[in-house]
């Protein structure tokens, strides 16, 4: 059964600071994995999405890694700012039985950036 | 494009009480998804459907719980009757048919309160 893990759960940092989320899965059979943020009573938003094939993917200050093999990703956000305050969640795509469609979700990473 | 569209955003009702949480998939998306989101479990996965088709509900809780998807652009989970352990958000999310490189783009839930 694939199990995704996020560590730390909470983390909390001076604005300016570049920081590391990271996130494991127990079954490397994935079609890709996907970054999301979430704010406090709000919808989950897509930041990041990485193809198995891939090894990363960037965008603006944030850069997404993914080693399959070893079942890890890592998001790297740069010059953080107040605004990044939030959850981010990491989820990986199952590629195969009957749940090919199904993304199974860590628990988060709650982020708090102080000015 | 106005993304996934949920209604309504909140909901408080007795225990007991039918209630119908409603969802529209961004247009073209072959594939929803039905999510649930609760301090303790964090998201699972309750039903997702392709082409209007339940493909997965083996995440949905018991009997007291349907899902419907009539067409292409609109979707249903029926709850009936409620209970007070079903409150949590409900987010609805579609995806660009069974090409499963593609990612997700989540609504901005549904918050439900059963007393």
């Known amino acids: 059964k694939q199990e995704v893990t996020q560590i730390p759960a909470a983390l909390s940092v001076p604005e300016g600071e570049n920081l590391v989320l990271n996130c494991s899965f127990t079954?490397?059979?994935?079609?890709?994995l996907q970054w999301f943020r979430q704010d406090p009573g709000k919808g989950l938003t897509s930041l990041l999405l990485?193809?198995?094939?891939?090894r990363e993917q960037t965008s603006g200050r944030l850069n997404a890694s993914l080693d399959k093999s070893s079942g890890r990703s890592t998001l790297y956000i740069a010059a953080s700012q107040p605004g990044d305050s939030a959850t981010y969640l990491c989820a990986v795509r199952l590629a195969y039985g009957g749940s090919q469609g199904n993304l199974i979700f860590g628990k988060g990473t709650k982020l708090s950036v102080k000015p | 494009d106005a993304g996934v569209i949920q209604s309504p955003r909140h909901e408080v009702t007795e225990m007991g009480q039918e209630v119908t949480l409603r969802c529209k998939p961004i247009?073209?998306?072959?594939?929803l998804f039905w999510y649930r989101q609760t301090m303790m479990r964090g998201l699972e996965l309750l039903i997702y459907f392709n082409n209007n088709v339940p493909i997965d509900d083996s995440g949905m809780p018991e009997d007291r719980f349907s899902a419907k998807m009539p067409n292409a652009s609109f979707s249903t989970l029926k709850i009936q009757p409620s209970e007070p352990r079903d409150s949590a958000v409900y987010f609805c999310a579609s995806s660009p048919g069974r090409r499963w490189s593609y990612g997700y783009t989540f609504g901005s839930g549904t918050r439900l309160t059963v007393v």
């Open positions: 247009s073209g998306h072959n594939s």
């Open positions: 990485i193809q198995s094939s891939q």
């Open positions: 079954d490397s059979a994935i079609y890709n």
